[in-house]
DNA sequence: GTATAAATTGCAACATATTCGCAATTTCGG
DNA sequence: CCGAAATTGCGAATATGTTGCAATTTATAC
């Protein structure tokens, strides 16, 4: 995987840094927030470097962002990952991922109708999970 | 329209100003970003107002937000306008939107696989539309 | 209409998030 | 290993979002 990234960056005239690893591997196997990325690099990166490379990953495809404001996530794009879609639970604010095949088949016959050539697509669900919706907390608003 | 918008926030305890009036008026017919938004009230409104409008939409569900980071738009949501997703077109920036019915069906059989309570959804495509795809011009990175 | 209490606004200070210029360091091809 | 080019870290500059509070506006009861 390291490789292909590698060889991905070379591909488009950047090279494969110190930085950029450890973003990457960072992300490896889980979408992160901002925070948790920072966190999670802490002392390895500057603070400029780490946004410079998000900047540069999400040019590249490399990575994409999922949701907005306090909920947005950076995670390996589908080329360094299967293709999935989001539940994000607004009691426990967790992110599910699950993976539709019927969801795609639609959204192949969409494509195709708007004559639109799609790089990328996302679906994310708002609401509350299973495990949410049987315990009793409240949904405070 | 106006007078539904009064009698949600009526019911929620929240009154209709002015620059609450003026914020509606101004997504009312197209999704709109922060620095747009904040273009088209020049002067009616204070920053920290429009702030504190969008997020008390949001909470009332008035509105949904829609992409992120650069992308990020805000508009009415389904119940003040027919619901509906987005092809993002990457060379010319246009924000196409979509119906699509058969995808609504998937979402209904997916959220009760996962035994999800959705409260919203939305689906992003991101690509080159039609015309764009038509023209000559080169999508640099 | 007018008075009044409660909600909301604008302002200005604050906090946080993101970007930028530039010298120092790292990368990569030969 | 060397040198050119790309990239990084630092600190400063911007941009974006939030807050407290006095002044204004709103809805309601007369």
Do not use: W
């Not at 292909?4 to 196997?29: E, H, N």
């Not at 040019?59 to 989001?86: A, C, M, P, T, W």
């Amino acid at each position: 995987m390291r490789e292909r990234l590698k060889i991905q960056l070379k591909l488009a005239g950047y090279s494969l840094t110190g930085p950029r690893q450890a973003v990457f591997a960072a992300m490896a196997d889980q979408a992160l927030s901002m925070s948790e990325l920072q966190a999670k690099l802490q002392g390895s990166l500057d603070r400029a470097s780490l946004y410079r490379t998000l900047l540069l990953f999400d040019r590249l495809q490399i990575i994409q962002i999922v949701g907005q404001g306090k909920n947005r996530r950076f995670e390996l794009s589908d080329h360094y990952n299967v293709h999935h879609h989001h539940l994000n639970c607004t009691r426990c604010g967790r992110v599910e991922t699950i993976e539709a095949p019927a969801i795609e088949r639609e959204i192949a016959v969409l494509v195709r109708k708007y004559g639109f050539a799609p790089a990328s697509h996302q679906l994310e669900l708002t609401g509350v999970c299973r495990e949410c919706s049987q315990s009793s907390t409240i949904d405070s608003f």
